[in-house]
């Protein structure tokens, strides 16, 4: 009797052990397709950002141009001279408060992070999957990537990055992408 009361008792401590490594790879999972999912987006917004940005340029470039060189526009049109003039004038002196460099700059280095912490989730599942961590040192690399991606991704009040749905649907797509080529899923549960 004492026998089975030890072995029941051995059998429940192994099934909560492989609970408590399901829900460790599980977390670790979860926090990789987080982490890929954010930098997808930054990617995207980068993107985005970086063609407003070209497109102000381009416009003051324009003006500036427009200008120096179409003097008969002054002189037959002096209201559109006006316009094309005030324009440019408005625009570049916004163009510090639109914040285009900063943001770009903001987000490369946040990319640049935020790949950095998705590949070292992928480094630890792989590394927990093949069993070449103990728990224990899975949950402490575990811990300290959560931490950091936590860290990366708070908000700073010189950049506020906004919620757009485009930009969450195209990076969803690149993420059932990436997903489908580098695990072969169709969705983002494994």
């Known amino acids: 009797m004492k026998y089975k009361i030890f072995f029941n008792l051995k059998t429940h401590n192994h099934a909560k052990i492989q609970i408590m490594n399901l829900e460790l790879r599980t977390r670790i999972w979860n926090n990789l397709v987080t982490s890929k999912f954010k930098f997808l987006y930054?990617?995207?917004?980068i993107s985005i950002i970086q063609v407003w940005n070209k497109v102000i340029l381009g416009f003051l470039t324009v003006t500036t141009l427009i200008s120096?060189?179409?003097?008969?526009?002054?002189?037959?049109?002096?209201?559109?001279?006006?316009?094309i003039i005030a324009s440019s004038q408005i625009m570049?002196?916004?163009?510090?408060?639109?914040?285009y460099e900063k943001r770009i700059k903001y987000l490369v280095e946040l990319s640049t992070k935020l790949n950095e912490v998705e590949f070292q989730f992928e480094q630890l599942l792989s590394k927990f999957d093949t069993s070449k961590?103990?728990?224990d040192e899975a949950s402490e690399v575990f811990f300290s990537l959560h931490r950091q991606l936590?860290?990366?991704?708070?908000?700073?009040?010189?950049?506020v990055i906004r919620d757009k749905n485009r930009i969450k649907q195209n990076s969803q797509?690149?993420?059932?992408?990436?997903?489908?080529?580098n695990y072969n899923l169709n969705s983002t549960s494994k």
């Open 42 to 45: 930054v990617g995207n917004l």
């Open 68 to 83: 120096v060189s179409l003097w008969v526009v002054w002189e037959k049109f002096p209201y559109v001279w006006a316009v």
């Open 92 to 99: 570049s002196a916004l163009k510090p408060v639109f914040g």
């Open 133 to 135: 961590l103990t728990d």
């Open 150 to 159: 936590g860290e990366i991704t708070q908000p700073t009040e010189s950049i």
């Open 173 to 181: 797509a690149a993420l059932e992408t990436y997903l489908k080529r």
